[in-house]
């Protein structure tokens, strides 16, 4: 099992190598930085401290979704909770689904902006999401800290993998995307905001917790329905 940390569009070039320096203490190593971001060196290295090699294997993506292309459990973070947040993890739940993947697979696990976090359409982009259980009253963390406390969690727990294969997420992604193209075709979405009920379907998706099988099959049943509905006499 891998873990993949996923800083999107990080401000700080500081920020990035304390967050590879608290990677590297949990035995992790897989950096991805999404979208813009500041010069890293050499400040990065400075805060990184020993752990130029994890910033030297850092990988950048253009996007989000190609970041977790491949990933087999995607987890966002967010400091919202409660009603307002789909968010139904924490750093102790996600370390248990950490440990049921199997030998090559991958969880990434996504960080947004110091200032302003992830957007709603990057978090339901992800499968799941989690928050740290915070004071209220004062529930944002700094980024590298924040790394660190899930690092810290996933280094603790004990493989326990499960025969399930999870599906790659770019295969859930074109699940969702034919989903929430046909229920709108059909009407059940409205025209001028349809994420705004799909967001909860994907919540709903992301705690099934499908298998690579189970999302192919429902892939399948979406074409067959699309094909009733072009062939409609």
């Given at each position: 099992m891998?873990?993949?940390?996923?800083?999107?569009?990080?401000?700080?070039?500081?920020?990035?190598?304390?967050?590879?320096r608290?990677?590297?203490?949990f035995?992790?190593?897989e950096?991805?930085?999404?979208?813009?971001?500041?010069?890293?060196?050499?400040?990065?290295?400075?805060?990184?401290?020993?752990?130029?090699?994890?910033?030297?294997?850092?990988?950048?993506?253009?996007?989000l979704q190609?970041?977790?292309?491949?990933?087999r459990?995607?987890?966002?973070?967010?400091a919202?909770?409660?009603r307002?947040?789909?968010?139904?993890?924490?750093?102790s739940?996600?370390?248990?689904?950490?440990a049921?993947?199997?030998?090559d697979?991958?969880?990434?696990?996504?960080?947004g902006?110091e200032?302003?976090?992830?957007?709603r359409?990057?978090?339901?982009?992800?499968?799941?999401?989690?928050?740290?259980?915070t004071?209220?009253?004062?529930?944002?963390?700094?980024?590298?800290?924040?790394?660190?406390?899930?690092c810290?969690e996933?280094?603790?727990?004990?493989?326990?993998?499960?025969?399930?294969i999870r599906?790659p997420a770019?295969l859930?992604?074109?699940?969702?995307e034919?989903a929430?193209?046909?229920l709108?075709?059909?009407?059940f979405?409205?025209?001028?905001?349809?994420?705004?009920?799909?967001?909860?379907?994907?919540a709903?998706?992301?705690?099934a917790?499908l298998?690579?099988?189970?999302?192919?099959?429902?892939?399948?049943?979406?074409?067959?329905?699309?094909?009733?509905?072009?062939?409609e006499?």
């Open positions: 891998k873990l993949r940390i996923v800083l999107v569009e990080p401000r700080e070039a500081g920020n990035v190598g304390a967050a590879a608290v990677m590297k203490n035995g992790f190593d950096l991805w930085i999404v979208g813009e971001h500041p010069e890293l060196l050499p400040v990065a290295i400075w805060w990184g401290s020993g752990a130029d090699d994890v910033l030297a294997a850092a990988r950048f993506a253009p996007t190609q970041a977790l292309g491949d990933a459990i995607t987890v966002a973070t967010t919202m909770r409660g307002t947040s789909i968010a139904d993890l924490d750093p739940s996600t370390a248990r689904l950490f049921e993947l199997g030998d697979d991958t969880m990434a696990i996504v960080f902006r200032d302003s976090g992830l957007t359409d990057e978090v339901v982009l992800c499968q799941r999401a989690a928050s740290i259980p004071n209220p009253a004062f529930p944002t963390m700094n980024l590298a800290q924040s790394v660190g406390v899930f810290y996933l280094s603790t727990v004990e493989r326990r993998a499960s025969e399930r599906p770019a859930t992604e074109r699940l969702h034919r929430e193209a046909l709108l075709e059909v009407g979405l409205q025209e001028s905001n349809p994420s705004r009920i799909y967001e909860e379907l994907r709903i998706a992301g705690r917790d298998d690579e099988r189970e999302t192919t099959v429902l892939l399948g049943i979406l074409r067959q329905v699309e094909w009733a509905l072009r062939h006499v």
